[in-house]
């Protein structure tokens, strides 16, 4: 059993970078865990934005930010990043990040056993 804590949202404005964490809240390792990050703005379904696998040695990422998205991992801090750049109106959403016993990536929902409480990001001029 793990417990995701996540840091990083806030209000941006439209071109900025943004670095989300995913951590687990005691320390624990979890570095065999496949980690995605999904995301969901007022009014619309859950989206995938991106996994990374157990280990980090592989990454997928869905259309809405592939090519300005990249998910990283550190093992020692226990902690998974979701970076963001060039961030547009659409991208304000809440952000959560989730944890699956399997070796990964994947994208579907139903593939994590472990989510975070999500993090809010607006992209606001």
């Known amino acids: 059993q793990i417990q995701l804590v996540q840091s990083g949202g806030g209000t941006v404005q439209p071109g900025d970078s943004l670095r989300l964490s995913c951590a687990e809240v005691?320390?624990?390792?979890?570095?065999?865990?496949?980690v995605g990050w999904f995301r969901q703005a007022p009014g619309k379904e859950r989206e995938f934005v991106g996994s990374i696998s157990g280990g980090g040695g592989s990454e997928y990422y869905g259309e809405s930010m592939k090519g300005r998205a990249a998910i990283s991992r550190d093992a020692a801090k226990s902690t998974v990043y979701l970076q963001m750049v060039n961030l547009v109106r659409d991208d304000s959403a809440d952000y959560f990040c989730?944890?699956?016993?399997?070796?990964?990536?994947?994208?579907?929902?139903?593939?994590?056993?472990?989510w975070g409480p999500g993090t809010q990001v607006r992209v606001s001029p």
């Open positions: 989730a944890a699956s016993t399997r070796w990964g990536p994947f994208s579907g929902e139903s593939r994590y056993d472990y």
């Open positions: 005691s320390g624990r390792t979890f570095d065999g865990y496949a």
